[in-house]
């Protein structure tokens, strides 16, 4: 008797994780990541750090000495909204590029100094994406309000 309990109980253990395994494949694991590895643009790709948790939105860049060549923060938000970013502890001059949930760029603030501190910049519009990448870049890139950004997962 103990062995037949055991055994229907082992069974539908079994059956159970098979179901839901079988529910995981025909919808769908989500593996990816919330937020993109890399962004392609125009004419190059942009290598991203993410900037996800309360920890790593407070440091930022601040305290690096630099940024490597094509290579930005990307800070991710919940949800669209008119963040505000200062210069604190940084050491190089960089551009701020706001995002929208897809990607667009909804405003650039360019060649922001270390020497603007505590100067807060905000966009004009609301953004769920804030990349900051080393000065000049989006002039570099020809970047533009309106132009779409591509998210490589």
Known sequence: MFLKTNFILLGAVALFLFAGGAVLFIFGWKSRAPYPARLAIQDAFIELI???TAAEKMRGLSGRAELPENHGMLFVYNRPGRYGFWMKD???????IWLSKGFTIVDITP???PDSFPKVFRPKEPAQYVLE???DFAEKH???IGDSLKPIY
């Open 50 to 52: 993410p900037a996800v």
């Open 90 to 96: 940084m050491r190089f001059p960089i551009d701020i």
């Open 133 to 135: 990448v080393n000065a």
């Open 111 to 113: 060649h922001i100094s």
């Open 142 to 144: 020809h970047l533009s």
